[in-house]
């Protein structure tokens, strides 16, 4: 019975159908005036049962089939000029479209010209077949790390250093042992310096992408019966292997070539008055941003205002700008923006967005897209009768009510030796509305004595917890946060209440047709179907043909 509607559960792992209106003798099935041909079946089922490990059945096959009519049907037999001319539809296809450009742009101009010799291949061979055991230390920064390696130098025992620097209770008691490894387990930087060293040897901090290890290589396993033909067997793989281990660094340094850091500058007091737009409201994200000239950045001979900058941050997606909250992680993002104008402009220079690749893989993305957007629309659009809504407002009663909210005082800080000063100070009768005025360097709320007023408790992350369970009054902190020090002072609380379903009511709507949605859509493709004429050919769907093609 549901079988017509799973190209909303699915559609995502498959790659998107072409629609053919050419004649065929393999024409799987008809709808309208648009034929489904076996070859192009065949194409979609095959990346199916690859990409999910599914057997072939003829269920499966009727599933996939009734996706592909499901598409013919909303695409070209439904009324769209909604979602065709939604803003927000044609910024998600243009986004889509510039990563398309960007991601073939990665593939030509670096990817493939990351080289392998012989050499690297049989060194990748001996390592794969000798397994060695280490321990290590682990440090955030490479200041925490050099102190560490130090102390290993005097002769510092491992497991007492361990103790210190690990969190996990495993790694603490054993010393940071890590068992048995072989190549292609752990990060490459980290095995480049394990497998280099002798067994008892300890490394120097090594860079990681977690951050700095000292590594101290404990046992070595080798294989002694290798042999020239298991090397050429395994060698094209191994090829490839070692090519996207050489991805990081390859990427790194085209973008080194192309984009030059020290060439980009920012004004912190114009960035400042970015920040306090994106804090006190919505307009950014409305994009409704400044219409300010005010020059904030320069990058080479290219000037950008306050207005161009919040204009690029609105065209970021929510996630992102959720994620801009101090002037670091504002010059971060817009370096990024930048970086990503830079290397866009490269690929259009080259004309890779008028390629062959480009444009079929933008179809895909295009076709995905619109099915979203939708599913959405169906689904927003569906009625559905009052008693059901207010039953599941009832069943759901936690989901329908505020959330607790905190209010807290806040001074930021740079320094933790100025973090514990001022909590001394504090301590000693010190107004703390005066020292956030004084210290903070959040401005917004330094301007407001450090207040935040109410904000709801999730707002506050991972910190929520050690927040809301604190005493009015109390003073919480010094608490390092990404690089900078809090000292916080809760004001208030309030807990979580219902929310009158009159008030609420439409959001009521809004989870209750969520939760209705295979109902929905099932009703919604019903409906269409009965308009346009389907045909299917049964003998041919069920047929060993499409078996020897995936066979």
């Known amino acids: 019975m549901k079988i017509s509607i799973l190209f909303i559960i699915i559609s995502s792992c498959l790659s998107v159908f072409t629609f053919s209106q050419q004649h065929n003798d393999w024409i ?10 076996m070859p192009e079946f065949n194409e979609r089922y095959t990346t199916y049962l690859f990409s999910t490990g599914a057997k072939d059945n003829l269920f499966i096959r009727k599933a996939i089939l009734n996706n592909i009519i499901n598409e013919l049907l909303l695409y070209f037999y439904d009324s769209n000029e909604k979602i065709l001319n939604y803003s927000k ?61 130090e102390l290993v130098k005097l002769g510092v025992d491992f497991g007492l250093l361990a103790k210190q620097v690990f969190t996990d209770s495993v790694l603490q008691n054993n010393g940071g042992y890590l068992g048995y490894f072989t190549w292609g387990d752990m990060d490459p930087a980290f095995e480049d310096a394990a497998y280099s060293l002798k067994i008892g040897e300890i490394s120097a901090p090594v860079k990681t992408a977690y951050g700095y290890s000292i590594i101290k290589l404990e046992e070595r396993v080798s294989n002694p019966l290798l ?49 306090v737009d994106l804090y ?47 002037i670091e992680s504002l010059q971060a993002a ?27 893989m933008y179809d895909k993305y295009k076709m995905s897209t619109f099915l979203k957007f939708k599913k959405d629309e169906i689904i ?8 059901i809504v207010f039953s599941y407002y009832k069943d759901n009663i936690n989901s329908f009510s505020t959330e607790a909210e905190l209010n807290l005082q806040e001074i930021l800080v740079n320094s933790e030796e100025i973090a514990d000063s001022i909590v001394k100070l504090i301590n000693e009768g010190t107004d703390f509305g005066e020292l956030a005025k004084k210290y903070s360097l959040r401005k917004w709320s330094a301007d407001n004595s450090g207040i935040m007023g109410y904000v709801p408790v999730s707002k506050f992350g991972s910190y929520r917890n050690l927040f809301w369970n604190a005493q009015i009054g109390e003073i919480i902190g010094p608490v390092k946060i990404e690089g900078i020090y809090g000292i916080f002072r809760l004001l208030g609380k309030e807990e979580s209440k219902p929310i009158d379903f009159s008030v609420i009511k439409g959001e009521v709507i809004k989870a209750s047709q969520f939760e ?18 389907i045909k299917i050919n049964e003998d041919m769907l069920g047929s060993n043909e499409i078996v020897e093609r995936i066979y």
């Open 380 to 387: 927003s659009n569906a009625q559905l009768p009052n008693s």
């Open 516 to 533: 209705n949605q295979t109902e929905i859509l099932q009703d919604y493709m019903n409906v269409i179907r009965s308009k346009v004429n």
């Open 334 to 360: 817009i370096e990024g923006m930048l970086l990503k104008e830079t290397l866009y402009n490269i690929a259009i220079s080259k004309g890779y967005d008028s390629t062959e690749a480009v444009l079929n």
């Open 280 to 326: 006190n409201k919505d307009d950014v994200e409305l994009g409704n941003y400044s219409t300010q000239s005010l020059e904030c950045i320069k990058y080479k001979d290219r000037v950008y205002n306050q207005a161009e900058i919040e204009k690029k941050i609105s065209d970021l997606p929510l996630y992102h700008r959720n994620r801009i909250n101090s």
């Open 227 to 275: 042999t020239e033909y298991e090397f050429l067997k395994k060698k094209s793989h191994l090829e490839n292997v070692i090519k996207v281990r050489k991805k990081g660094p390859y990427e790194k340094e085209y973008i080194n070539s192309v984009f030059d850091k020290t060439k980009l500058t920012f004004k912190d007091e114009i960035l400042e008055k970015i920040l």
């Open 28 to 37: 799987l099935a008809t709808v309208g005036n648009h034929n489904i041909t």
């Open 89 to 149: 539809y044609l910024n998600e296809l243009e986004e889509a479209r510039v990563r398309t450009i960007l991601a073939f742009l990665k593939d030509r101009e670096i990817y493939a010209k990351i080289t392998v010799n012989e050499e690297e291949t049989r060194e990748a061979f001996l390592r794969v077949n000798d397994k060695i055991a280490a321990r290590h230390l682990f440090a955030k920064t490479e200041e925490e790390a050099n102190k560490l390696y």
